[in-house]
C-alpha cells in the first residue's frame, strides 16, 4: 500500500509539473484515466490535500494554489539547476522507466562511472561537518596517494561526479574525480570550511570544473552557423549566454566565463560549425590546435 501511495506523489508531482499550473477538476479528469487508478476511485479534494501534504513531507516540496490558474510546484523550491529539481526529475524518470519494464531494450540511458560508491560518506561528511581521508590515484602520477580533505561541495558534469575539497597540504580547494578515488572514509577531524563560501559562486564563471587561478572570467563571442545556432539556443553552453546578432546563415553568442581547457575542448567537439571571434588569445589557441591536427592528419 505504501508503495501504491508513493507512486501516487511521483504522478501528483509529474503532472502537475508538465502542466505548471492546473485545476483540481482537471487533475481529477486526468486522474480517471491514469494508470495507477487500480481502483477507479475519483481524486478528492481532501486525498489531493492528504497527498499535496505527505509530498512536502517526503520531498519537501511545496504545491501552491494561484487563483484561476490552479495548484503548481512553488518556484522557490524548483528553481533551475536546484538539487531539488534534479531530484525530482531524476525520480520522475527512474519511476517511468521502471514503469516500462517491458520496453526496456527501446529505453537506452547512459551510465555513470562507479563512482556513486563515495556519494553517500561524502554527503555524510558534509552534513555531520567532518573532514574525510582518500587515497587518490591522478591520471597524471604513477602512484596513488593517502591524504585529508576537507569536501566544500559536490559537482556532476559529464557522466562524472567531482568533489571540491581543500587539502590540508594546500591553501586553496582542490578539483577530485570521484571515479579516481581508490578508497574513501570519514575522519575524526572538523571539516575547515570558509563561513561565506557559496559552491554556486565557485562554478559560476566556469564551464565545467577546471579552474585555473590566473585564468580569470571574459567576455567570449562566438559565431556559430544556422544549424549549430539551434542547438545552442535549446541548450547554452553556459548560462551567461547571450544573442548579440542573428541572421538566416549565423548567430554571434556572448559569453562571460573563463576560456579553459574543457571549454576549449568543448568548440573544438563542433568543428566548423563554430568559430571563436574574440578574444584574440582564445582564438589563436583553436588556430594552433586545428593546425596540430591538420598535420596529424597530413593535410
Known sequence: MAQNYFKRYLWLLDTIKRHGHITLAELSRIWELSPYNTTGEPLSERTFHNHRIAIEETF?????????????????????????????????????????????????????????????????????????????????????????????????????????ARSEDFE??????????????????????????????FFDSLFGIIAYDNLGPCFVKLRADSTQSFYLKSLPLHHSQKILEETNESTVFQYYLSPTFDFKQELLRYGAGIEVIEPKELRDEIISDIKAMSEIYGI
Open 60 to 164: 519537501g516540496i511545496n504545491i501552491d494554489y494561484e487563483r484561476p490558474d490552479g495548484y503548481y510546484i512553488s518556484t522557490d523550491d524548483m528553481e533551475d539547476g536546484s538539487i531539488k529539481e534534479w531530484l525530482l526529475d531524476c525520480v520522475l524518470v527512474n519511476n517511468l522507466v521502471g514503469e516500462s519494464a517491458s520496453m526496456h531494450n527501446r529505453i537506452l540511458t547512459e551510465s555513470i562511472p562507479s563512482s556513486g560508491q563515495w556519494l553517500s560518506t561524502i554527503i555524510h561528511a558534509m552534513k555531520i561537518g567532518k573532514a574525510i581521508e582518500i587515497t587518490y590515484k591522478s591520471f597524471w602520477k604513477e602512484k596513488s596517494a593517502t591524504f585529508t580533505v576537507h569536501p566544500y561541495c559536490l559537482k556532476l558534469f559529464r557522466q562524472r561526479w567531482y568533489l571540491l
Open 172 to 201: 586553496k580547494p582542490r578539483i577530485y574525480a570521484l571515479d579516481r578515488i581508490e578508497n574513501l572514509s570519514q575522519s575524526k577531524l572538523e571539516l575547515q570550511m570558509p563561513k561565506k563560501f557559496d559552491a554556486r559562486e
